[in-house]
Nanobody
């Protein structure tokens, strides 16, 4: 059984940093893209960052551009989300996702991803 398991969430003050990790197991070999999504109370699920496994090209939501960085370690089969300059509006449950055939212009669309982790909570206080 393949797995996506997130970790690294927690509570931080505004301006602080967190690094989320996702153990991607076999998805590094079978997925063309990995991504991070988040969902805050009362809001729709939002794609925040994605990376093409093969070439490492990345995509970011405007709301996190310049503050968040997605990266991968193929040897360790891990994908990371480094979050800096955190804001209260970043508070959400964060999910790691993997897609087998993500297409251009759809990298941050949740319908492109078929495998999901259980989520890790990020809370940013002011």
């Amino acid at each position: 059984q393949v797995q996506l398991v997130e970790s690294g969430g927690g509570s931080v003050q505004a301006g602080g940093s967190l690094k989320l990790s996702c153990a991607a197991s076999t998805f590094m070999d079978t997925s063309n893209a990995l991504a991070w999504f988040r969902q805050a109370p009362g809001k729709e699920r939002e794609g925040v960052a994605a990376i093409y496994v093969g070439g490492g090209v990345t995509f970011y939501a405007d709301s996190v551009k310049g503050r968040f960085t997605i990266s991968q370690d193929k040897a360790k089969k891990m994908v990371y989300l480094q979050m800096d300059s955190l804001k209260p509006e970043d508070t959400a449950m964060y999910y790691c996702a993997a897609g087998r055939a993500v297409i251009v212009f759809r990298e941050l669309s949740d319908d492109e991803y078929g495998a999901w982790g259980q989520g890790t909570q990020v809370t940013v206080s002011s």
